[in-house]
C-alpha cells in the first residue's frame, strides 16, 4: 500500500464487479484509485487523494455509501428490463402506427418480451389513458404548440430580408 | 514506465482505449500475460512526463471498465 492511500474490502457476492467500477468511477475525478484481490470474492479498493484539498477523513464512508447507490441501481435495473423493454416496443409499434395484437396471452405485442397478463393490462390501461389527453384535460395547453397560443409574437417579428 | 493490471478486474479493451486516448503523451506496448496485463509507456526522448502520469493512466483504465 502507497502512502497516504487507504483501502477499502468490498465482497464482491454483495455488491458485484459493475457496482464497484460506477461507484469508483464517481471519486476518478479527485482520488487516484486501483483495483486488487479476487474478482470472485473479496475486491481491495485502494485510493489517494489527488490532492490535499481532496476530503480524506470521509472517503471511506463515501465510497461505501456509493457502492450501496450502485448496487441498488443495478438490482432496480435488472428487476425492471423486461418491463421497460415492453414499454419500449410498445411504444415504438405505436408511433409506426403498427395495430396492436390483441392479447389473449401474455405478449400483447410482437417481438416483446412476455410479461404477466395482469401487468401487460395496466401498462395498456396508463397508455390508453395517455393517448387520452386533448385540449379539454389540458388546461396549460403543454401539448399544443407554441406557436398556436403566441400567434401575436409571430407576426411581430421581423423577417430578414 | 510499467504500469500493471490485473485481468481479473480490468479488461485489455480498457487498456487499449486509455493507450489510443493517451498517445499524445507516450507510445504503449500492451502484453498480456500469466493473469496481467503489462502496460510499457515509451516517451519521445526529451518529452517529460508528469510523475502522477502513471496514476492518471491508471484511472483513465478503470473509468473505461464502468
Known amino acids: 500500500m502507497n502512502h497516504n492511500e487507504l483501502a477499502v474490502d468490498v465482497d464482491i457476492r454483495l455488491y458485484g464487479l459493475d457496482a464497484i467500477y460506477k461507484a469508483c468511477y464517481h471519486f476518478l475525478e479527485s482520488f487516484y484509485i486501483r483495483l486488487e484481490g479476487d474478482s470472485q470474492g473479496i475486491v481491495k479498493i485502494f485510493i489517494r487523494p489527488k490532492s490535499e484539498t481532496s476530503h480524506h477523513k470521509d472517503i471511506i464512508g463515501e465510497i461505501q455509501n456509493e457502492l450501496l447507490h450502485q448496487s441498488l441501481r443495478y438490482k432496480i435495473l435488472n428487476e425492471t428490463q423486461k418491463l421497460r423493454e415492453y414499454v419500449i416496443t410498445k411504444a415504438l409499434s405505436s408511433a409506426e402506427g403498427a395495430p396492436a395484437e390483441q392479447s389473449g396471452n401474455a405478449q400483447g405485442v410482437v417481438g416483446s418480451p412476455v410479461l404477466d397478463a395482469e401487468l401487460e393490462r395496466e401498462i395498456e390501461k396508463l397508455l390508453a389513458e395517455v393517448e387520452k389527453v386533448d385540449s379539454a384535460n389540458d388546461p396549460l395547453k403543454i401539448g399544443t404548440p407554441w406557436e398556436e397560443n403566441h400567434p401575436s409574437v409571430n407576426s411581430s417579428v421581423p423577417k430578414n430580408s | ?66
Open chain 2, 1 to 66: 514506465m510499467k504500469i500493471k493490471f490485473p485481468t481479473n478486474l480490468y479488461s485489455r479493451k480498457a487498456v487499449e482505449a486509455a493507450a489510443v486516448d493517451f498517445a499524445e503523451w507516450a507510445r504503449f506496448e500492451i502484453i498480456e500475460k500469466d493473469g496481467v496485463i503489462g502496460v510499457e509507456a515509451i516517451t519521445e526522448p526529451g518529452m517529460e512526463i508528469s510523475e502522477n502520469f502513471k496514476e492518471e493512466f491508471s484511472n483513465y483504465v478503470l473509468g473505461q471498465m464502468s
